[in-house]
């Protein structure tokens, strides 16, 4: 029996691209596998992307997150008060939180600091968050992590409070900045949780 010329093109057409696609069908996402894999579409776990404490080429300055532009104040944060702002009074750290105290301020911080701060510097400021145990057990001499201090104790007493608030705000050197992730009054509630730690 001869098969009509029709079928022909159409198997010659449909077998190739089956092939193909077994070929290169995404194998597991996340595997140990070794052997070569073919993705049409990268992998989440492939793509590119900033580690921790890394730098990042593509800006002039290497840091990895964008730092906020000076003079801008997000919505609903400004304070006719530098003090609240920047942690200055006439040019100096300013040595007391210039906001009212209350337990539920003190709240407010211990919630953002399990958010923002608990990673690194532990749940109860003992500096043993997930990403401080990392750098410790990955830090040998080519690696260059900074294990994040604990801040419990005489670590936030040394300075004067304003110190600390420019820390968060601004970053330090390996700490990243939170200025532009947490309003002034959420960064002050921090730094009121934390000297109650
Ligand atoms: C990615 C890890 C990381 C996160 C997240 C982080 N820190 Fe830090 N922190 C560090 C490191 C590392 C240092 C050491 C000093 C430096 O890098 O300048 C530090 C230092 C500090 C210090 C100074 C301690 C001292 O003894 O001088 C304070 C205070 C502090 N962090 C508070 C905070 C607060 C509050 C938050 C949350 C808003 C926070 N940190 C989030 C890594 C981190």
Known sequence: ???????????????????????V??????????????????????????????QNQ?????LPERPRIIGTVARGEWSANPMILNGTLN?????????????????????QYAVFCASCHGEAGAGDGPIALHARNTNNNESQSVSPPSLVGDSITRKPVGFYFNLISNGGAKMPAFGGRISPKDRWAILSYMKSL
Do not use: H
């Open 1 to 23: 029996m001869k098969i009509p010329i029709i079928i022909c093109l159409i198997l010659a057409i449909l077998i190739p691209i089956a092939v193909i696609t077994v070929l």
């Open 25 to 54: 069908m995404p194998q597991e996402p996340i595997s140990d596998a070794e052997q070569l894999r073919i993705d049409p579409v990268e992998a989440l776990s492939d793509q590119p992307k900033v580690t921790a404490q890394s």
């Open 58 to 62: 593509f800006y002039e300055d290497n």
């Open 91 to 111: 040019g100096q750290w300013a040595a007391v939180i210039p906001i009212k105290i209350t337990p539920q301020f003190i709240l407010q911080g211990e919630k």
